[in-house]
């Protein structure tokens, strides 16, 4: 992991100093629709994201790398564990800082393609439940609570179109997972305690999955 994150930051450095006469900064914010790629019970979420970007231009293609702050997660249900048979929902709230190189290749009049490979890492990661009197049987009361089992890093690729006028840049990008979320796939949560990670019933891989739509500005 540590070999895989050095190589990922020296490529978003080196595209964002390479050649420094023509390098454009700028911020960016958009819209998340965020969820799992798993089996069970699941929806995604609206949510945001927000960060900075650098781009420098070879010919037709962009190289921009971007340090973004993105709020994903799900909104999910697990199922009654004793005879009351009441499922509980839940909202995921992942905090992720995601760090991106993205490739731009021009088609025409400002429209380009966009692809390239995202490293993600966890700064908050909470489990909201709706409905908190719904206690899983007296043994667990349910209460919000700090995520756990959850891999702290994150490693996905995006791909999307893209349109560039002037100053602006919009972006469409859709976000795949590669990586597990799960930190131990033998996981399984105690009864006891407040803090789950899992959907329903499964030992299925959880991955990320969002389409997200920003607007860059350039700043210079």
């Known amino acids: 992991m540590k070999k895989t994150i ?3 930051l020296s490529c978003f450095l080196l595209a964002s100093f390479s050649k420094a006469q023509e390098l454009n900064l700028g911020v960016r914010a958009g819209l998340n629709y965020a969820g799992y790629i798993a089996e069970g019970e699941g929806s995604a979420r609206v949510s945001t994201q927000f960060g900075a970007f ?10 921009q790398p971007e340090a973004l702050i993105s709020l994903q997660g799900a909104k999910a249900s697990i199922p009654s564990l004793d005879a009351m048979n009441l499922n509980s929902d839940f909202t995921d709230r992942i905090t ?15 429209f380009n393609l966009q692809a390239g490979p995202q490293y993600g890492y966890v700064l908050a990661a909470k489990r909201d439940f709706k409905k908190n009197d719904l206690a899983l049987g007296p043994a667990l009361r349910i209460q919000d609570g700090d995520i756990v089992n959850l891999n702290k890093y994150d490693l996905s690729f995006n791909f999307g179109i893209g349109y560039d006028i002037g100053r602006f840049d919009i972006a469409a990008r859709y976000n795949l997972g590669l990586k597990d979320l799960k930190k131990d796939k033998k996981f399984v949560p105690n009864r006891e ?7 329903a019933g499964g030992t299925e891989d959880i991955k990320n999955q969002l389409i997200y739509i920003s607007l860059g500005y350039k700043l210079f």
């Open 6 to 8: 050095t190589i990922f």
């Open 96 to 110: 992720y800082l995601n760090l991106l190189l993205i490739a731009k290749i021009n088609i025409f009049s400002g």
């Open 193 to 199: 305690s407040d803090e789950q990670f899992r959907l």
């Open 54 to 63: 650098a781009n420098t231009k070879f010919g037709m293609v962009i190289l």
